[in-house]
């Protein structure tokens, strides 16, 4: 008898502007070269999915559908659909709300396995959503918390303890292989955050520090790259006016060359409310960068506070300027720190490390 490789389906939210996408994407890459595993990418269509990058993991050979998105029940019937056609042995569905569509659909088309990836530690989860989610759980193999933090969050909606696990999240090493190649001191002492513009996000925080370290003799040019809602980023471009720190801050938008930013900077910042397990802090470690990041759940367990980087309270401006001063006025302290940043990233958080975790839970629930 052939050995068939087992055949998983990652659904997932076409918005690109988050974790979840962007997690789904590298491990339907890796597994492309997996011997175990055969692997399709399905994206739900939003609003905003740019028919570019579609377009571009076509050509780069990502095995790729993409279902409607514009009502809940359209997602589902063409997702069944196509269940039934490449008749997967897993449905992995990746982040809210897509988890709950995902499964009905991997339900109904007799799906023999499912998981669910929660990615990160907060959700508008409404009661109504809640308890759809508990009664998945009980039809589902395993769920997933890209984190620690995540999966402590998912066991106190009600998950059960004995299929609830954390994978943590990874990213491709190989964009930031020659970080060597560009050392701290020859770097432009600047700060680099990639967020988007959201609730989640606390660029204001941010704004507020940059303002402060002015007014201690610091001018410190900040690139904030990065999409999200002009609601969002308005109110940000009129801080930094208020603040007079404009000619200090640019507002990138979406940019394709974050890695290259990373290596040309030695500070990288990750202000934020809550988190998954943020693959921009990721990033930034990767790349050899001194990071600064809000200590939130999900982020405390990517970070040794003093060691690899520095933790910030939440929302507290003055926290965050007094650690970026640190980094400015003791660049060998900096430099260090970003050294052990790079080692974490190099051994706990590569693409490959992450797809070998889900590769054996796929192997461990077929089998």
Same mark, same amino acid.
């Given at each position: ?71 809940? /029940? ?29 499964? @009905?659909?991997?339900?109904?088309? @007799? ?13 508008? @989860?409404?009661?109504? &959503? ?6 998945? +759980? ?96 308005? !109110?940000?471009?009129?801080? +930094? ?32 409310? @809550? ?11 990767? +790349?050899?960068? +001194? ?25 507290? !401006? ?27 990233? /190099?051994?706990?958080?590569? &693409? ?16």
């Amino acid at each position: 008898m052939s050995h068939r490789r087992v055949r998983v389906l990652h659904f997932v939210t076409g918005g690109f502007s988050g974790g979840a996408t962007q997690v789904a994407i590298q491990l339907v890459n890796a597994a492309r070269d997996s011997t175990q595993i055969e692997p399709l990418l399905v994206l739900r269509r939003k609003r905003r999915t740019p028919a570019a990058r579609i377009t571009e993991l076509e050509q780069a050979g990502v095995p790729l559908r993409v279902v409607p998105g514009w009502s809940h /029940l359209a997602t589902i019937v063409a997702l069944v659909k196509l269940c039934r056609e490449f008749q997967p042995d897993v449905l992995v569905a990746h982040g809210f709300s897509e988890h709950l569509w995902g499964r @009905y659909a991997g339900l109904l088309a @007799y799906v023999p396995h499912l998981v669910h990836v929660e990615h990160n530690t907060r959700e508008r @989860y409404t009661r109504w &959503r809640r308890a759809q989610t508990r009664w998945l +759980a009980k039809r589902t193999d395993r769920i997933v918390g890209c984190s620690e933090g995540v999966r402590q969050v998912l066991l106190e909606m009600g998950m059960p303890p004995e299929r609830t696990i954390a994978i943590p999240n990874g990213i491709r090493l190989d964009l930031f292989s020659d970080a060597e190649a560009h050392p701290f001191a020859a770097r432009i002492p600047g700060i680099v955050m990639v967020a988007r513009y959201s609730k989640q996000k606390d660029h204001a925080s941010l704004l507020h520090a940059i303002a402060l370290l002015r007014q201690r003799g610091l001018d410190v040019p900040l690139q904030l790259a990065g999409g999200g809602k002009t609601l969002h980023r308005k !109110p940000l471009e009129a801080l +930094a006016e208020r603040l007079q720190i404009q000619d200090l801050v640019s507002f990138l938008g979406v940019v394709r060359d974050v890695p290259q930013r990373l290596l040309a900077h030695q500070i990288c910042v990750l202000s934020t409310h @809550y988190e998954g397990m943020p693959l921009a802090l990721l990033e930034g470690m990767a +790349a050899g960068c +001194a990071v600064v990041a809000s200590a939130v759940p999900g982020v405390r367990e990517v970070l040794t506070d003093g060691e690899d980087g520095l933790l910030v309270p939440e929302a507290n !401006p003055e926290a965050l300027a007094d650690a970026l001063e640190r980094l400015i006025r003791q660049p060998d302290a900096a430099a260090k720190m970003a050294a052990h940043a790079r080692a974490a990233a /190099l051994t706990r958080h590569s &693409r490959e490390l992450m797809h070998q975790r889900y590769e054996q839970l796929f192997l461990d629930i077929t089998h």
